[in-house]
C-alpha cells in the first residue's frame, strides 16, 4: 500500500504542475489587453512609463510572447509518454525550445532584470535565474547532439524547472495576498526562493535517488 502511494505520488505532482502551468499561461494571455497598447495603470506596468519606450519595451513584450510559450512546451518535453510515442516531434519541438530560451526567453528576462520593481536584491535573483536557464539549456542541447541522452533529461528538467519559477513567484504572491502580508522584503525573496528552492529539491532527489543503472554514455543509434 505504501509502496502504491509513493509511485503515484510523481504522477500526481505532475499533474498539478501542469494545470498551474496552464493557469498561468491563460492568466498571461488574459492580461494580453493590458500590454496591446500598454495600459501604465496595470499592476505590472504601473511606473514603468519612463523607460518603456527604449529597449525595454522589446525585452518587454519578447518575454511576454516567449516565456508563457517556453512552459508550455516544457510540460510537452518533459512528458515520457510524448517522447517514446512521438520522438521525431519531441526532437522538433526541443530544437525550437532551445532555440526559444537562448534567443528569446533568457535575453529579455536578464535585460528586463535590471528594471526590477524592488531593486537590486531581486533584480539580481531574476539575472541569475535568466543565466542559469540559459546554460541549463545549453548545455541540454550539447548533450543531446552528443547523444548522452541521461544527462541531456537532466539538463532540461533542471531547464523546466527554472522556467516553472514564474508559476512558483505567483504562487508565492496569491499565498501574500491571501495571508494580507506585505512585507519589503517577499518580492525580492521570493525572486531567489522561486527558483533555488525547487533546483535544490531537485538536486537532493537526484542525490538521494537510488541508482537504476542507466548509463550516461552515448546511445547506439538504431537504424
Not at 12 to 33: F, M, N, P, R, W
Not at 58 to 72: D, E, K, R, V
Not at 197 to 202: E, I
Not at 213 to 221: A, E, I, L, R
Request: charged share 15%; proline share 5%.
Amino acid at each position: 500500500m505504501q509502496k502504491l502511494g509513493l509511485s503515484a505520488l510523481p504522477v500526481a505532482l505532475s499533474a498539478l504542475t501542469s494545470v498551474l502551468i496552464v493557469k498561468v499561461a491563460l492568466g498571461v494571455l488574459l492580461e494580453y489587453g493590458n500590454y496591446f497598447p500598454p495600459d501604465f495603470q496595470s499592476d505590472f506596468l504601473r511606473g514603468r512609463e519612463a523607460y518603456f519606450w527604449g529597449g525595454y519595451q522589446w525585452a518587454f513584450y519578447f518575454h511576454l510572447i516567449s516565456g508563457p510559450a517556453s512552459l508550455l512546451l516544457g510540460t510537452i518535453l518533459v512528458s515520457d509518454w510524448f517522447r517514446s510515442r512521438v520522438p521525431m516531434w519531441h526532437r522538433r519541438l526541443g530544437r525550437f525550445q532551445v532555440a526559444n530560451i537562448l534567443l528569446l526567453v533568457a535575453p529579455s528576462g536578464l535585460y528586463m532584470s535590471w528594471y526590477a520593481d524592488t531593486g537590486a536584491i531581486a533584480g539580481a535573483g531574476l539575472g541569475t535565474l535568466a543565466i542559469a536557464t540559459a546554460a541549463c539549456a545549453g548545455l541540454g542541447w550539447r548533450a543531446a547532439v552528443t547523444r548522452r541522452f541521461a544527462i541531456h533529461r537532466r539538463w532540461m528538467l533542471r531547464t523546466f524547472i527554472l522556467l516553472c519559477s514564474a508559476v512558483v513567484i505567483r504562487m508565492i504572491g496569491g499565498l501574500a495576498t491571501v495571508l494580507e502580508f506585505d512585507a519589503v522584503w517577499l518580492y525580492p525573496a521570493s525572486c531567489w526562493v522561486s527558483w533555488l528552492l525547487p533546483v535544490l529539491v531537485f538536486e537532493s532527489w537526484q542525490f538521494l535517488e537510488p541508482r537504476k543503472g542507466v548509463s550516461s554514455s552515448p546511445v547506439p543509434k538504431v537504424t
